[in-house]
């Protein structure tokens, strides 16, 4: 079983903001074997934790009010150790603080800002809950990237605010892609997206779980409700594809590529 290496700047959380979380535990509890836990209204807000095997591999909150205007998404999280001093670099690097450090008791700091691209991205301090406890395995995170706009400015603003050790891993006119860490070191990646991303598509975070079986997997989300925006399709990493679930959240699957 994989133990993610959860280093400050690395990812250590995913969570989905969802219009019906009754159905998202359905969807992903079925899909990728989840059970969950909700936490206190009071305390928490609702929030569900979703383990699998006993493991904690991300977590599911209900939007609120002044958020129904927003798309149901998934949400990275980087590892800081002062969430408060991490979110003050922030617009110093060109980005954008959306929510700023808020307690969660018992658990951690979290919030929430904007890198100069306008992708959305998480800060988790951890005062108790460390973040997920699997990775890279069937029904867990795999992979996290960066489709930006703005390819430069996003590689600097990583480096800078959340220091990251970057490597280039393609500098084509078809592929610029970066990594934070090396090879089988890497734990997630930047993409210039400026030239697929439609005009309406912002610069976003995607997150990839691994399955075992990514054309059976595509099969049991369609059956329930799923969307297949992209793929499936073998490449150097496995075989990936994209995916909306049935309230619109984006994510992406990633399993072992199938013979030609």
Excluded at 167 to 183: F, N, Q
Aim: proline share 7%; charged share 20%.
């Amino acid at each position: 079983m994989p133990t993610p290496d959860l280093k400050p700047g690395s990812p250590c959380w995913i969570d989905l903001m969802t219009s019906d979380t009754a159905k998202s535990r359905d969807f992903y509890g079925q899909l990728f074997g989840w059970e969950f836990q909700e936490g206190d209204q009071e305390t928490y807000g609702g929030y569900i934790v979703a383990t699998r095997n006993g493991q904690n591999v991300g977590g599911i909150m209900a939007k609120q009010e002044d958020q129904q205007a927003m798309p149901d998404m998934w949400s990275t999280y980087l590892k800081s150790d002062d969430a408060a001093a991490t979110s003050a670099t922030v617009q110093a690097s060109g980005g954008q603080v959306f929510m700023e450090p808020m307690e969660v008791p018992e658990q951690g700091v979290m919030g929430f800002v904007a890198d100069p691209s306008g992708a959305t991205i998480g800060i988790w301090e951890s005062k108790g809950m460390p973040g997920f406890g699997v990775a890279a395995e069937p029904g867990a995170p795999a992979w996290h990237e960066l489709h930006t706009k703005d390819y430069d400015a996003a590689v600097k603003f990583y480096q800078d605010v959340f220091n990251w050790h970057t490597d280039v891993m393609s500098d084509s006119p078809d592929l610029r892609y970066t990594t934070l860490g090396k090879d089988d070191t890497a734990q997630a990646g930047i993409i210039d997206a400026s030239g697929y991303l439609p005009e309406e598509i912002p610069s976003h975070w995607a997150v990839y779980f691994a399955v075992a079986d990514a054309d059976a997997t595509i099969a049991s989300a369609v059956a329930m409700g799923a969307t297949v925006l992209d793929g499936p399709e073998n490449s150097p990493f496995g075989r990936v594809a994209t995916l909306n679930d049935p309230t619109g959240a984006m994510f992406k699957i990633v399993g072992e590529n199938t013979p030609e």
